[in-house]
């Protein structure tokens, strides 16, 4: 229903009269449930108050403004370069200098990761935080990614009875220090890797060693699943999180509802698409 310009003059009138009463009210006193209730109903407003002041605007706005130094944005980019660089054996780790990001990938027989071996899709994504926030250069931020790296080769060799180190690669890319988050972020978002722990599959890879009597915890589907880290397994006691065959079960149903990519193509059109719709 159309609305004559004199009758919207009238109502933006009184809409400018009910902010300033409301402005004036003192809130401090509200209850938190009331209090959180009626923001919720004035951003509501306000959110439809904006698309009214847009349409009333001879000028319109883009839509999307491509911002380098937004964190969502720049991890995209990040998350996608590091996809560009080459694959090389996990069991052969140069040390170098630099923090960034990381994906470890899985070209083995082991018969859960069957739909996954092989695949551009990696088993886990990481970072690996600089030395210092402040580092400006690879130097300043230390040998943090290559020690990221090395801690998990040897987490795998523990693993001995069900992994291979033979059979696993990996990619990494240093990055100035602060990027490594929203890049980590947006991998887990694309690959959803059944070994991170924000995927809630076969998590526990990640963790590191100690004694496992100054945490009230279970053991994690990763070590039940691939047992040989000697603090996982020290307490008898020690109950799995979850059974291997529920681990199990977990990946397989995973694996089929987020059928993972295959090529380096296949997740560069998952890139464009997500970059098309964000613009």
């Not at 004199?6 to 449930?33: I, Y």
């Not at 509501?44 to 403004?65: C, M, Q, S, T």
């Not at 739909?115 to 230390?142: C, F, M, W």
């Not at 000697?230 to 089929?256: E, G, T, Y």
Request: with cysteine.
């Amino acid at each position: 229903m159309s609305v004559k310009p004199g009758e919207l003059e009238k109502m933006a009138a009184q809409l400018k009269a009910v902010s300033e009463k409301l402005s004036g009210e003192n809130t401090s006193d509200l209850p938190t449930a009331q209090a959180k209730k009626i923001r919720t109903v004035i951003n509501e407003a306000y959110e439809k108050l904006r698309a009214v002041i847009d349409n009333l605007d001879p000028i319109k706005h883009p839509g999307f403004v491509f911002d380098p130094s937004n964190p969502s944005i720049v991890g995209r980019f990040v998350a996608i370069t590091m996809i560009a660089q080459p694959r090389k054996p996990l069991k052969n780790i140069d040390r170098f200098y630099g923090s960034g990001v990381y994906a470890l990938y899985y070209t083995g027989k082991f018969e859960p990761y069957s739909a996954i071996s092989n695949r551009e899709n990696p088993l886990y994504v990481g970072k690996a935080d600089p030395a210092l926030a402040s580092s400006k250069t690879a130097y300043e931020q230390g040998d943090r990614l290559a020690r990221r790296l090395l801690d998990h080769q040897k987490n795998i060799q523990k693993a001995r009875s069900t992994l291979s180190i033979e059979d696993f690669q990996y990619r990494a890319l240093v990055v100035q220090s602060g990027w490594q988050i929203s890049a980590e972020n947006y991998l887990i978002h694309i690959f959803k890797p059944i070994w991170n722990a924000e995927v809630n599959i076969c998590y526990g890879f990640g963790k590191h060693g100690d004694s496992p009597t100054t945490r009230a915890n279970l053991r994690s589907p990763w070590d039940t699943l691939h047992p040989g880290r000697d603090w996982a397994h020290r307490d008898l006691q020690m109950k799995d999180a979850r059974s291997v065959n529920r681990v199990i079960s977990d990946i397989k149903a995973h694996l089929q509802k987020y059928p993972p990519l295959e090529t380096v193509e296949e997740i560069l059109r998952v890139f464009l698409r997500e970059i098309t719709a964000v613009t």
